[in-house]
């Protein structure tokens, strides 16, 4: 695709400003961005040019790709917009604010070092692996939805049901003829 020489300049010397490139899939959006004012169609035809020399990777998710330079697309650009070895894109550059460390807590992230569901490994309230059926079951035999749980257990089949497997359908043998 043929593309000016202002508008590829302008695309690579934000893309090394920025360090990362972002565009919507949408090929007849007539300007890209308010910062770069080149249709959008040519923004993506660079940078898929750009990936297939390994200047770049791309993601793509929910209708937008997603560049980043690669230190090879860094050189590349460095050496097509006459710019010195100090300088760098943003996303190299040290953060300038201090990084906030907050000494972890003794029982963890939660208030009061309390456990997510209230019990430990097993025992009581939620905390184990069989806490959830005995939590609201009543019976000795474990509870919980159609476990047998007691009179209010409302999941479970009737005492006397007993189902059957059989008759018509894939696999089963035909029915047998009556009788001549």
Do not use: C
């Not at 302008?10 to 890209?32: C, I, P, S």
């Not at 460390?101 to 070092?113: I, M």
């Amino acid at each position: 695709m043929l593309i000016s020489k202002k508008n590829r300049r302008t695309v690579y010397k934000y893309l090394f400003q920025e360090g990362v490139l972002q565009a919507e899939k949408d090929f007849n959006k007539a300007v890209h961005s308010d910062e770069l004012d080149v249709p959008n169609l040519q923004v993506i035809k660079l940078m898929q040019s750009f990936v297939s020399l390994e200047l770049v990777t791309e993601r793509f998710a929910w209708r937008h790709y997603y560049w980043f330079l690669t230190d090879k697309g860094i050189e590349y650009l460095r050496e097509y917009l006459g710019l010195p070895q100090d300088v760098v894109p943003a996303t190299m550059k040290k953060s300038q604010r201090p990084l906030e460390r907050v000494a972890p807590r003794a029982g963890g992230d939660r208030p009061g070092g309390a456990r997510r569901f209230g019990g430990g490994e097993g025992g009581g309230g939620f905390g184990g692996r069989e806490g959830y059926r005995r939590e609201g079951g009543g019976g000795a035999g474990g509870g919980g939805f159609g476990r047998g749980g007691g009179a209010d257990d409302k999941a479970g089949a009737p005492g006397a049901y007993v189902p059957r497997f059989g008759g018509m359908g894939r696999g089963s043998a035909p029915p047998a003829a009556p009788p001549s």
